[in-house]
């Protein structure tokens, strides 16, 4: 409805202030993470935390870009699947060593991004959502008739080589701490932009556009600088899971996978620093057991998808931040 | 027969008509979203997954009930319908007080699991839905004697249904007492509800409407590509690039930019076909580029 706009709710729960204690809550959380993910690896099978290490960052990733930008990418599957192919292509074809290779796809996600970040900004709201759809399923296209992505194969068998030529990747622990640390320095680069000066103007732009760009703020380049951020830390996912499944294929730039990181993302908690890690978690965990189900699993999402919009939008951890009184 | 630029001109009218054919899903479905939108203001993800239902229940018409194809072409866009009602009613009407997002991200969690049923019950290989007696064959064209191109009857009828359903659309929209309550609607809902009109029976109305048009797409489709789960999910971004491009202020230029895209899509199967899977967001980026409110938008 035109005029309704005054009874908007934000998308995003509000963040009380009390920086102090917020800060400390937050540095415990992200101690005990670490913790959490040295251990990890002599409970649960290596390959399947890596995937979900990959899938967390992906989800932070767009966390960043809609939970404090207040921008919808419908598209993001784009960036973290076109780093995926020139990181297995670089590292397969060139012989190049994995942490360049990763290096390069995470480059052309972020290069990427500046064009389509660019051309989308310049539509708002449910405009912008179509538009990087659109811009994604271009990529698709191209992915599927470009002849360095193997089409439907895919690039297979990429060789995860030794990182800086001295740590044997090929060994699933050894591979694991490394994508764990990939994880870890993306996360707190998140939570630096967070709470940065610049994180605080983004979040004005968020909550109200006109008025931040009233104060002198220019709006279009802090969304496209966010819009950046964001697609290059989601090739850097894209294209750290491309070494450790030794796999980049066009499932990694479809659509569907575009829906998956805003499920992720919404079950996790919107907004939150840490919600997307733990709805990337129950989301690879719920497609893991399930696969047996087939197409099941896309009823399954779906039906998360529509619950969680229409009772749940605040998402787990979102609920906890609730209960805390504090922001998470 | 003769030449265009090299191209026999069989094969330039072969697919310029089947540009024309695609154009006017995209304007159908198009038009559907923008009525929708005007009144809803979500986004309907899951117009693809109703378009693709509508082909379906064509086929279970036909195959389960015995119903034909003309019989179907009326049914099944009102089983969409009122399928759209119970949707709008039960689901998408608790959301209007929030963030426009949400309704894009309920819908597509609609399309996902829709899509989802259809796929499991009848895989994705795709089921054949066979042309009517009535339309079957086709037409030599032919100036004097030279024949210009063969036009199948069905496709020519796909043609003209689709754009005697889209300018009935218009027509009731734009030029009726109905069609100026939905206007009035669309720019002030409070005010025209209190003048009486009841504004939540007509956005119910209206997405029902709107889904209907995608289900008579569907029905139209399901003689041209065969009925697969898959069909609603590669044609609704398609037609989110086309409503990108014509923007969604005005009625017939979500018409008329639908069947234009489709006879440029023809046209680059043509000359170039690497590039016409990509042509329509590549016009969706320089309309971007130049008018970012659209060809026929009001800038916001």
């Known amino acids: 409805?035109?005029?309704?706009?005054?009874?908007?709710?934000?998308?995003?729960?509000?963040?009380?202030?009390?920086?102090?204690?917020?800060?400390?809550?937050?540095?415990?959380?992200?101690?005990?993470?670490?913790?959490?993910?040295i251990v990890a690896p002599f409970v649960v099978y290596p390959v399947f935390l890596m995937k979900i290490l990959c899938f967390a960052l992906f989800a932070c990733a767009f966390n960043l870009l809609l939970g404090y930008g207040g921008l919808l990418s419908f598209g993001h599957a784009a960036y973290f699947g076109m780093a995926s192919y020139i990181c297995a292509y670089t590292a397969k074809v060139w012989g190049w060593p994995p942490e360049v290779a990763i290096l390069a796809g995470t480059l052309v996600a972020a290069l990427l991004g500046l064009v389509f970040g660019a051309l989308a900004i310049r539509r708002q709201g449910i405009y912008?959502?179509?538009?990087?759809?659109?811009?994604?399923?271009?990529?698709?296209?191209?992915?599927?008739?470009?002849?360095?992505?193997?089409?439907?194969?895919?690039?297979?068998?990429?060789?995860?080589?030794?990182?800086?030529?001295?740590?044997?990747?090929?060994?699933?622990?050894a591979l694991y701490y490394f994508v764990a640390v990939v994880f870890m320095a993306g996360l707190l680069l998140i939570y630096r932009v967070i709470h940065s000066p610049f994180g605080q103007v983004l979040k004005?732009?968020?909550?109200?556009?006109?008025?931040a760009i009233s104060l002198g703020f220019r709006a279009?380049?802090?969304?496209?600088?966010?819009?950046?951020?964001?697609?290059?830390?989601?090739?850097?996912?894209?294209?750290?899971k491309a070494i450790v499944f030794q796999l980049a294929s066009l499932t990694d730039v479809n659509w569907t996978m575009s829906g998956e990181v805003v499920l992720m993302t919404l079950v996790g908690g919107l907004g939150t620093v840490f919600g997307?890690?733990?709805?990337?978690?129950?989301?690879?965990?719920?497609?893991?057991?399930?696969?047996?189900?087939?197409?099941?699993?896309?009823?399954?999402?779906?039906?998360?998808?529509?619950?969680?919009?229409?009772?749940?939008?605040?998402?787990?951890?979102?609920?906890?931040?609730?209960?805390?009184?504090?922001?998470? | 027969?003769?030449?265009?630029?090299?191209?026999?001109?069989?094969?330039?009218?072969?697919?310029?008509?089947?540009?024309?054919?695609?154009?006017?899903?995209?304007?159908?479905?198009?038009?559907?979203?923008?009525?929708?939108?005007?009144?809803?203001?979500?986004?309907?993800?899951?117009?693809?997954?109703?378009?693709?239902?509508?082909?379906?229940?064509?086929?279970?018409?036909?195959?389960?009930?015995?119903?034909?194809?003309?019989?179907?072409?009326?049914?099944?866009?009102?089983?969409?319908?009122v399928f759209g009602v119970v949707l709008e009613k039960v689901l998408i009407a608790r959301l209007y007080k929030l963030d426009h997002l949400y309704g894009l991200l309920l819908t597509f969690g609609l399309a996902l699991i829709i899509q989802g049923i259809f796929r499991n019950q009848y895989g994705v290989s795709g089921l054949p839905y066979a042309i009517p007696p009535e339309l079957a064959g086709g037409q030599r064209i032919a100036i004097g004697s030279t024949p210009i191109m063969f036009l199948p009857n069905y496709r020519g009828w796909v043609i003209v249904a689709s754009a005697v359903v889209c300018f009935a659309t218009w027509f009731v929209i734009e030029k009726t007492k109905l069609g100026s309550y939905l206007r009035a609607a669309t720019e002030n809902p409070t005010l025209v509800q209190a003048f009486g009109v009841n504004v939540p029976l007509m956005i119910t109305l209206t997405y029902g409407f709107g889904v209907a048009l995608a289900g008579f797409a569907g029905v139209l489709a399901a003689p041209i590509y065969s009925v697969n789960p898959n069909m609603g999910g590669d044609i609704i971004i398609v037609v989110f690039a086309v409503v990108v491009i014509g923007g969604m202020g005005s009625i017939l230029g979500a018409i008329l930019t639908g069947f234009g895209l489709g006879l440029v899509e023809g046209?680059?199967?043509?000359?170039?076909?690497?590039?016409?899977?990509?042509?329509?967001?590549?016009?969706?980026?320089?309309?971007?580029?130049?008018?970012?409110a659209g060809l026929f938008g009001r800038s916001a």
């Open chain 1, 1 to 37: 409805m035109a005029n309704a706009s005054a009874v908007v709710e934000s998308p995003v729960a509000p963040v009380l202030p009390d920086a102090n204690s917020a800060g400390r809550l937050h540095r415990r959380v992200i101690i005990g993470l670490a913790l959490v993910l």
């Open chain 1, 128 to 173: 912008f959502a179509m538009i990087t759809l659109a811009l994604a399923q271009m990529v698709f296209f191209f992915s599927v008739q470009a002849k360095f992505t193997g089409g439907e194969d895919g690039i297979q068998a990429v060789p995860r080589g030794r990182l800086l030529g001295v740590l044997n990747l090929g060994d699933d622990r």
């Open chain 1, 204 to 211: 004005a732009i968020r909550d109200n556009e006109p008025r």
């Open chain 1, 220 to 240: 279009n380049q802090y969304k496209l600088l966010v819009f950046v951020l964001s697609t290059t830390l989601a090739g850097l996912a894209g294209a750290t």
């Open chain 1, 276 to 328: 997307p890690i733990l709805g990337a978690i129950v989301i690879v965990s719920m497609e893991n057991y399930l696969a047996s189900l087939g197409a099941w699993v896309t009823v399954i999402q779906g039906i998360v998808f529509v619950v969680c919009v229409l009772l749940f939008r605040e998402g787990i951890v979102g609920l906890f931040s609730r209960w805390l009184k504090q922001p998470l």
């Open chain 2, 1 to 81: 027969m003769f030449t265009v630029f090299g191209v026999p001109s069989p094969a330039l009218f072969g697919q310029l008509l089947l540009g024309l054919i695609n154009g006017s899903f995209y304007a159908i479905l198009s038009l559907g979203l923008a009525v929708i939108f005007g009144l809803l203001n979500i986004i309907n993800f899951t117009h693809g997954a109703l378009y693709m239902m509508g082909a379906f229940v064509a086929w279970m018409l036909l195959n389960y009930a015995g119903i034909g194809y003309w019989w179907a072409l009326g049914l099944a866009p009102i089983i969409v319908g």
């Open chain 2, 267 to 292: 046209l680059t199967k043509v000359f170039y076909p690497e590039a016409s899977a990509t042509v329509i967001f590549v016009i969706m980026v320089l309309v971007l580029l130049v008018k970012p």
